[in-house]
């Protein structure tokens, strides 16, 4: 993985930390105690860092480690919606409403002296099964749970089949001004968004909505294909390195991506179009405000060059993020 273009990433340029030495953390689960199923401004900081610091990152796996065997059920070791247990909140010093939170994710390894990942078929959560909210008389899907091997180079999935390791995070978010939002579901905050490009060599860039800015990190998948159709990834417990910075003054509606080759943003609505159409729309409007882009001339070009990755379409919101690759900005 290249990694020179970080010198010349927003992060960088614009990050209020980018020149100071990082001061590592190390946020373990006994520091963290209590894992949240909630993201919001009520509940208790875990750790305070500065701009530039770097954070090592122990996260569990997205069913609190609940699920260990093939012959396990999921409805009746899980409770919805008691799923994706978050790290954090950890407070960025400085952190303002309008400010933005740039998290650079570093590295992602499997946790344990054993490491596996699970996958599996939960009761009315999917994408081709009926569900609480596409409510239909015919009977839920079998469940069905598959452990999974795993390791910094694949994943094991069968004697047939061994795919990648590709790591990303799932659920990333800063706090809401007021709401407290449940750990599953993506908006304007972030949260459970399931896009594959979120992993290593990746910068997300989060608006700020309270004092310290209060982020929340879990949920971490050792592959996954776009929407995750099953409703689940390859979920595993992670030692994820992070480094955080700020950038101030920065006013952003919605989560935004930055890699190497390209710059996405990303929307989270249902239907699926609202996603996309959220999606593209920031894309355009940050095209226009920070590339120089006539807007109309910026809507045209991404209809001939625009890219598309679905996140999830199984969450009680569907992500999408709307992409450009860079070679597009250069003026």
Known sequence: MNMKWLADSIMAQRGVGAKREPVLHHLTEELQKVFHYTIGPYSE?????????????????AFDGAITSEQDSPSKLLKMPFLNPQNGPIMIDGAEKGDVVAVYIESMLPRGHDPHGVCCMIPEFGALTGTFHTAMLNEPLPEKVKRVKIDTDY??????????????????????EIDSINSLTPDTHGGNMDLPDMGPGSITYLPVRSKGARLFIGDAHAC???????????????????????????????????TEDMIMGIGSARPLEDATRIAYRELIRWMAKDYGFDQWDAYMLLSQCGRVRLGNFVDPKYTVGAAITKKFLAP
Not at 45 to 61: A, F, K, L, N
Not at 159 to 168: A, G, Q, S
Not at 229 to 249: H, P, Q, W
């Open 224 to 258: 996954q294909g776009d929407g995750e159709v099953c409703g689940v990834a390859v979920e595993y417990a992670s030692i994820t390195t992070i480094r955080v910075d700020l950038i101030k003054n920065w006013a952003i509606d919605w989560p935004r991506l930055e």
């Open 45 to 61: 900081p875990v750790m305070h860092v500065q701009p530039g610091d770097r954070i090592v990152i122990d996260t569990r796996d």
């Open 155 to 176: 994943v094991y999935w069968s004697k047939r089949t061994t795919l990648d390791y590709k790591p990303h995070i799932g659920t990333l978010s800063l706090s809401p």
